[in-house]
């Protein structure tokens, strides 16, 4: 029988992009958002759009991936 272990390097990795994560949120709490105050009306609409469509691919992409993992379930011996 084969044991699966998550890699120590992976490990680290993941704590230490999740503490990066949390500290940015702090610093940049009061930081502002200087470029998204100065776009125009239209800007923001077109801003809105493109995010809609990001959003929507990340979301489908998302669930593909659930989907592929559901059915090979690549984890299961770990």
Known sequence: ???CKISV???YSMAVY???CIYYIIAT???GTPFNDSLTP??????????????NAFY???GIA????LFSRPFEKC
């Open 1 to 3: 029988m084969s044991n």
């Open 29 to 31: 709490r009061s930081v």
């Open 9 to 11: 390097v992976l490990a």
């Open 60 to 62: 489908t992409g998302a």
């Open 66 to 69: 659930v989907v592929i993992l």
């Open 42 to 55: 239209k800007q923001r609409e077109i801003k809105e759009a493109s995010a809609k469509v990001r959003r």
């Open 18 to 20: 999740c503490l990066a």
